[in-house]
């Protein structure tokens, strides 16, 4: 079974920065898209941003365009999310994902490995 472990969260300030990272461990050759979600309180868990196994390919929410880079290393069977000048509501629980299609997916539904989630706090 895949496991996916993610790290990095934390509190910043308003226009700060911070680098999560998701390592997975198990059976990783089965992986091929991997994914960022997060949840803030009383919502509903929202796509951040998206990679193909290549990396060639990116999507991302337009909330965090221009803002948040998502980058992989196969080699080290790692995921790193770069947010920059972070904002209050950039406040959540930021869980990555991982699909064993090479299909790059906004729905969680289509993502078959989770995270435990990292909590990201931005204070204003």
């Known amino acids: 079974q895949v496991q996916l472990v993610e790290s990095g969260g934390g509190l910043v300030q308003a226009g700060g920065s911070l680098r999560l990272s998701c390592a997975a461990s198990?059976?990783?050759?089965?992986?091929?898209?991997k994914t960022w979600f997060r949840q803030a309180p009383g919502k509903e868990r929202e796509f951040v941003a998206a990679?193909?196994?290549?990396?060639?390919?990116?999507e991302y929410a337009d909330s965090v365009k221009g803002r948040f880079y998502i980058s992989r290393d196969n080699a080290k069977n790692e995921m790193y999310l770069q947010m920059n000048t972070l904002k209050p509501e950039d406040t959540a629980v930021y869980y990555c994902?991982?699909?064993?299609?090479?299909?790059?997916?906004?729905?969680?539904?289509?993502?078959?490995?989770w995270g435990q989630g990292t909590q990201v706090t931005v204070s204003s």
């Open positions: 198990g059976p990783t050759f089965s992986i091929y898209v």
């Open positions: 994902a991982a699909s064993r299609r090479d299909t790059l997916d906004f729905s969680a539904d289509s993502y078959d490995y």
């Open positions: 990679i193909s196994w290549s990396g060639r390919q990116t």
